[in-house]
């Protein structure tokens, strides 16, 4: 008999993205004639720059000639791509990581879900909510949760940390003992940030603990403001406590072409039951010999061509084109009466639903009274309710009429 990993049997469907699916297929059907505008996904729309096409195009001939022809690379990524990650993406920052140090992959969703492979069981994890929904489900997988109460809508066992405007989208310390945290900034889904400072409060509970920081910068590149950290390592300590995840994703519109990597400083331990210590790079090294093959050649290249003067200059135009109508949200938002937060170093604009209605509620109008679609914070987790994303990624056409028309809305 094969007996089944059971945790599976406690992991909720998410019905977030096909229940607005559905919703907007019946209101189109219903309504052929009116435009609907979607502003509700988390895909970018921009194609991928001439730089990285250029990269990939020789990359793929000389994969046809017997001196350029590549069979399996090093799991952990070409040095050529490593190499430019540290130089680019650290060294100019002032961050020392080392080649080494740099696991390339084929995206943050799978690093932030495999990471776990490496952590025991028993450790207690801690979560802010509403949350980019991998890191929470990975760990109902693998056994770190208890089941799920649907009252509360939470995993038992797993320790929310709400980030809410109550707290100004700013984690508390947990009371606690937590010994994995899950941090994301630029926030998905409410599109706010942590200073220096709040980061650094973490960086000290982290190794007063010996816990470990699991930190997603998923959408670093969206950074406007100068005092925001883009990498953790920006604090003192964190080299000894955090791992960073960074993906190619929004950075470059790498989502259908998949690459992003992490950072795990040879100087982060985790502990034995008889509390020795033990790197995670090493473990991390052996998991992703063992189960991985690396990312295609032809896309390393792609993503290499991201760092070079022309690649740079034509990724910041895409991220400026995305910022542009992250702006357009936040202000028309704004003088529509809209309470707003986010959309400042990040594509996501947050806002408050008007009091008395539900985030689905709020979705429902907004189709069918404007027919514009967004994403109804509850779907992030139960401290999203009362809020509502919208994202940048759409077209600057497509997002100033939305605007538009939310400006021009007696909402009922
Ligand atoms: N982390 C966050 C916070 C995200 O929002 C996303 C994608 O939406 C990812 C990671 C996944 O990125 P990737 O496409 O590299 O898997």
């Given at each position: 008999?094969?007996?089944?990993?059971?945790?599976?049997?406690?992991?909720?469907?998410?019905?977030?993205?096909?229940?607005?699916?559905?919703?907007?297929?019946?209101?189109?059907?219903?309504?052929?004639?009116?435009?609907?505008?979607?502003?509700?996904?988390?895909?970018?729309?921009?194609?991928?720059?001439?730089?990285?096409?250029?990269?990939?195009?020789?990359?793929?001939?000389?994969?046809?000639?017997?001196?350029?022809?590549?069979?399996?690379?090093?799991?952990?990524?070409?040095?050529?791509?490593?190499?430019?990650?540290?130089?680019?993406?650290?060294?100019?920052?002032?961050?020392?990581?080392?080649?080494?140090?740099?696991?390339?992959?084929?995206?943050?969703?799978?690093?932030?879900?495999?990471?776990?492979?490496?952590?025991?069981?028993?450790?207690?994890?801690?979560?802010?909510?509403?949350?980019?929904?991998?890191?929470?489900?990975?760990?109902?997988?693998?056994?770190?949760?208890?089941?799920?109460?649907?009252?509360?809508?939470?995993?038992?066992?797993?320790?929310?940390?709400?980030?809410?405007?109550?707290?100004?989208?700013?984690?508390?310390?947990?009371?606690?003992?937590?010994?994995?945290?899950?941090?994301?900034?630029?926030?998905?889904?409410?599109?706010?940030?942590?200073?220096?400072?709040?980061?650094?409060?973490?960086?000290?509970?982290?190794?007063?603990?010996?816990?470990?920081?699991?930190?997603?910068?998923?959408?670093?590149?969206?950074?406007?403001?100068?005092?925001?950290?883009?990498?953790?390592?920006?604090?003192?300590?964190?080299?000894?406590?955090?791992?960073?995840?960074?993906?190619?994703?929004?950075?470059?519109?790498?989502?259908?072409?998949?690459?992003?990597?992490?950072?795990?400083?040879?100087?982060?331990?985790?502990?034995?039951?008889?509390?020795?210590?033990?790197?995670?790079?090493?473990?991390?090294?052996?998991?992703?010999?063992?189960?991985?093959?690396?990312?295609?050649?032809?896309?390393?290249?792609?993503?290499?061509?991201?760092y070079t003067q022309e690649g740079q200059k034509q990724i910041k135009e895409n991220i400026r084109y995305y910022m542009e109508n992250a702006k357009i949200i936040k202000q028309g938002l704004e003088e529509a009466g809209f309470t707003v937060y986010g959309g400042i170093n990040s594509p996501y604009v947050?806002?408050?639903?008007?009091?008395?209605?539900?985030?689905?509620?709020?979705?429902?109008?907004?189709?069918?009274?404007?027919?514009?679609?967004?994403?109804?914070?509850?779907?992030?987790?139960?401290?999203?309710?009362?809020?509502?994303?919208?994202?940048?990624?759409?077209?600057?056409?497509?997002?100033?009429?939305?605007?538009?028309?939310?400006?021009?809305?007696?909402?009922?």
């Amino acid at each position: 008999m094969s007996y089944i990993n059971e945790n599976f049997l406690k992991l909720q469907d998410s019905y977030l993205f096909s229940t607005i699916a559905k919703k907007v297929q019946k209101f189109t059907e219903e309504n052929p004639d009116k435009k609907v505008i979607k502003l509700g996904i988390g895909d970018v729309t921009r194609p991928i720059i001439p730089e990285c096409i250029k990269a990939m195009h020789k990359a793929v001939d000389e994969m046809g000639t017997q001196e350029g022809f590549r069979g399996y690379g090093p799991e952990q990524g070409y040095d050529f791509l490593r190499k430019a990650i540290v130089e680019n993406d650290y060294k100019k920052r002032g961050i020392n990581v080392e080649v080494d140090e740099i696991f390339i992959s084929d995206g943050a969703k799978c690093d932030c879900g495999n990471i776990v492979d490496i952590f025991a069981k028993n450790n207690r994890v801690a979560i802010t909510d509403p949350v980019y929904p991998v890191y929470i489900d990975t760990n109902v997988m693998s056994g770190r949760s208890g089941k799920f109460n649907k009252e509360k809508e939470i995993y038992e066992n797993i320790v929310y940390l709400p980030v809410t405007s109550e707290n100004n989208f700013k984690p508390e310390l947990p009371r606690e003992d937590v010994d994995l945290i899950y941090l994301c900034f630029p926030n998905n889904p409410t599109g706010t940030v942590l200073n220096k400072t709040d980061l650094k409060k973490w960086v000290n509970y982290a190794k007063e603990h010996r816990a470990v920081i699991l930190y997603d910068s998923a959408y670093e590149s969206f950074i406007g403001e100068k005092d925001v950290p883009h990498s953790i390592y920006e604090i003192d300590g964190a080299k000894d406590v955090a791992i960073e995840f960074r993906s190619f994703s929004k950075t470059a519109g790498f989502t259908g072409l998949r690459c992003g990597y992490v950072v795990i400083p040879k100087s982060v331990n985790g502990y034995t039951e008889k509390e020795e210590k033990v790197s995670l790079n090493k473990l991390w090294n052996r998991r992703t010999c063992t189960k991985f093959n690396g990312v295609s050649y032809v896309t390393q290249r792609a993503a290499e061509a991201i760092y070079t003067q022309e690649g740079q200059k034509q990724i910041k135009e895409n991220i400026r084109y995305y910022m542009e109508n992250a702006k357009i949200i936040k202000q028309g938002l704004e003088e529509a009466g809209f309470t707003v937060y986010g959309g400042i170093n990040s594509p996501y604009v947050w806002l408050k639903v008007p009091d008395g209605i539900s985030s689905w509620e709020f979705f429902d109008k907004l189709l069918q009274e404007v027919n514009v679609v967004g994403t109804p914070g509850s779907g992030f987790g139960p401290h999203g309710e009362g809020y509502f994303r919208l994202t940048a990624f759409g077209t600057y056409e497509n997002t100033k009429e939305a605007i538009e028309r939310i400006k021009n809305w007696n909402i009922r």
